[in-house]
């Protein structure tokens, strides 16, 4: 597929950059790629995301976190929760996410990001093999008992419409690159299942560890 995204205006015109991203990679000592973690809310897809960055990070590798929260407070801040806009959150995201990649960073996603549709288009937009998507797998029980935000309890009194789980929807992968059981596992062992899968597909090929501690939990 071409690198080039599509315009709506013939007047743009796509620059080449003499540093690409394979120069990018080699001087990261690594390659760069979109981990898009999706899940339920409470499902603790950022709790995931955070803890497998603090252990790139002893390893050396660069990275960055785009966490759901964080970008509504900016990049998304003009976008509701309504279909079109949680399809245009997810475009943007994608969007970001790509020129992370195209820098040589590891770039990791948290977001509910709920319907396939919207993940494949994002999978879509970089080469095979980039797009790693990890499906944050909780019974919605259990992200309802870690409600720290009362999100849950919101929407089951109506103060909250189309949340994801109680009034919209959300598909599930069928055939995500991984799966992890938030749900029943400890952080520790989500997190080693996480830099493995990356270790099986070469985007890392070595650990530097810095010294390993007990990241707390906080879904």
Not at 98 to 125: C, H, N, Q, W
Not at 136 to 145: D, G, H, R
Request: charge should be neutral; proline fraction near 3%; charged fraction near 25%.
């Amino acid at each position: 597929m071409s690198n080039e995204p599509k315009t709506a205006s013939p007047n743009v015109v796509w620059h080449h950059a003499t540093v690409t991203r394979a120069r990018r990679e080699a001087q990261n000592g690594h390659r760069g790629a979109i981990l898009w973690f999706t899940g339920l809310s409470g499902a603790g897809k950022s709790t995931v995301a955070h803890a497998v960055e603090e252990s790139l990070y002893q390893m050396g590798c660069r990275t960055f976190v785009l966490d759901g929260d964080n970008v509504r407070h900016g990049l998304c801040s003009d976008l509701g929760f309504s279909t079109k806009d949680r399809e245009e959150n997810i475009r943007r995201i994608g969007e970001i996410a790509k020129l992370f990649m195209e820098a040589g960073v590891i770039v990791l996603t948290a977001f509910i990001s709920p319907y396939r549709a919207d993940r494949e288009r994002v999978r879509g937009m970089v080469e095979h093999g980039d797009f790693i998507e990890i499906f944050c797998s909780a019974p919605i029980e259990v992200c309802e008992a870690r409600d720290v935000k009362g999100m849950y309890k919101k929407a089951r009194a109506g103060q909250i419409s189309e949340f994801t789980g109680i009034t919209s929807p959300y598909e599930a992968p069928l055939k995500p690159e991984l799966n992890i059981n938030t749900g029943g596992s400890e952080l520790d062992a989500c997190v080693q299942q996480v830099i493995e899968e990356m270790m099986h597909r070469g985007l890392v090929t070595q650990l530097r560890s810095k010294g390993s501690k007990r990241i707390a939990v906080d879904h």
